[in-house]
């Protein structure tokens, strides 16, 4: 009988910041498939407004609705 591979099931995530994800594969994604008048539009709404408030959290954690609310917050104290 095969048994699972009892290391692998407790492998720890990669923990990553959203800024890395952003740097790397978001900015890949743009490349790839967006004009390049559309990258840097939404490229700076990016920097500008998003990376600030969840650049260095974790993907898993920044992305909770607590945080998303407290995103909207923020943004609405800066108008």
Do not use: C
Not at 2 to 17: C, G, M, Q, S, W
Not at 34 to 43: A, F, M, N, P, Y
């Amino acid at each position: 009988m095969l048994r699972p591979d009892v290391a692998a099931n407790h492998a720890k995530p990669i923990e990553r910041t959203f800024n890395s994800y952003v740097e790397k594969e978001w900015a890949q994604y743009t490349r790839d498939n967006w004009k390049e008048s559309t990258q840097i539009v939404q490229g700076s709404f990016v920097r500008v407004h998003i990376v600030p408030f969840f650049g260095e959290m974790l993907l898993l954690r920044g992305s909770s609705q607590r945080n998303i609310v407290e995103f909207h917050m923020a943004t609405e104290r800066k108008v």
